[in-house]
C-alpha cells in the first residue's frame, strides 16, 4: 500500500520514453532564508500549471510529458533544502507529467517562470517558494486555484451522454475480468526492504494473471493500466462498469513497520473496517487519489447511499464468495495473515453492481516476502492459485444460475 517517501526522492523507476516531448536533465535547489528555489534543466521551452494540495503541504507541477535524467545516471538529486522536504514525479496520464513537491511548512508561490535558452545554459524552469500561513495556504488549496495554464484534470473532461449500463456477458461466453495493478505513475505505493516499489510489483503480477485467465479459454481481461501511468481510484471503477466487468481484482503488496509480518490476505467492501489495521489501510489507499489531484470526499456520502442497495448488497456477498474461494486456493501456495479474509473501506471496492475484492499479495516490508514477490515464478504460482480461484466462483455461479 501507500508508502512513505523519507527525504529528497527521484523519479519513480519510469522507463525512458522515446515519445516524450523532452528532457529534464537537471535538478537545483537552493535557499536563501525565507525563500526556495527550484531549477530544472529542460531542453525546451514548455507550458506548466500548478496547483496547492495540503494535509500535508504539496505543491503540484503539471507539466508536458518530460524524460527524466536526473538521479538516473544523470545529475544527482540533491538534498532536502529549506521548505522543499522531497521531490517525486511520474507519468500522470499520456502526454502529462506530474511533480510534487513535498514541503516542510505552508508556502506560497512567489513567482513560476521558464527562462528561455540561451549559447551556455539551457531552458530553465524556476519556482520560487516563500513561507506563508496556513489560512492563506488553505484558501488557496485544490486544482480549482491553478496557476499557469488552465487544463482540464481527466475528471472534469467532458464524456459521452449515453449512461446506459452496459450488459453482463452470458453465462455461455467468456467471463470479463478487470484487473487492476495497485498504485502508479506519480503514486509509488509502499517500498520494500530493498527499495522496490509496489506499483511495478503489482503491474508484473497483473500482466502474469492477465497471460494465464486468458490461456484458459474462459475470460476476457481487461488492466486498470497497463503502464506506468496514475489512475485515480473512481476511475478505476468506472473502467470496470464501462467494460461491463463480471468481476473486479485489485493486486497490492503491503509494507508496514512490524518487517517481522507476513502473509496473504483478501479484502472485500465493509463500510466498519474488521480491524483497527485494516481501517488505517484503507485511509491511506483512498488519500492516493489526493496525490493526483481527485477528491474522493466529494463522493462519500453518494457512495454509503448506494451500499444500503440491494444490487451493492448482492455484490457484497457475491465479493465474499469469490473471497473465500481464493483464499483456499492462494493457502496452498503461499503462507496466509491468520485473518485471511479482511474488511475495510477500500475505494476501489466501492463499485455497486460489480463484486470486488482486493488481494494483498504479501508484504514488501519483510525481506523474505519482497524477494519472493520480485521472483517471476513466485508470483506465477500465486496468480495460478488466483485462476483456480475464479474457476471455481464461475463455475458454481453458473451452475446456481441453470438450477
Known sequence: MVGGLAGMTGGLLLPRRAFAVGVASALRLSSTGARTR?????????DFSIFRLAEPYRIVLDLPELDFTVGSGGSPMPGATGLIKSIRWGLFQAGDTRVVIDLTDAADVKNAFVLPATGVT??????????????????????????GKQTLPREAQAKPDDKTKPVKNPANTKKLVMLDPGHGGVDPGAIGASGIYEKIITLAAARQLKSRLEDTGRYKVVLTRDKDVSVGLTERRELAHDAGA?????LHADSIANKTVRGLSVYTLSEKASDAEAAALADQENDA???IGIDLSRETQEVRHILVDLAQRESMNLATRVAGRLIDQLRREAMMLRTA?????FAVLKSPD???VLIEMGYLSHKEEETALKTESYRAKLMAAVVRGLDEHFGAFQSAQRS
Open 354 to 356: 460489480i463484486p470486488s
Open 289 to 291: 487519489d489526493r496525490i
Open 122 to 147: 539551457p531552458h530553465r524552469f524556476v519556482i520560487d517558494l516563500e513561507r506563508t500561513t496556513k489560512d492563506k495556504f488553505l484558501a488557496q488549496v485544490g486544482p480549482q486555484n491553478r496557476i
Open 246 to 250: 463480471d468481476i473486479f481484482v485489485s
Open 341 to 345: 479474509h479482511r474488511f475495510a473501506r
Open 38 to 46: 527550484l531549477v530544472l534543466e529542460l531542453s525546451e521551452n514548455i
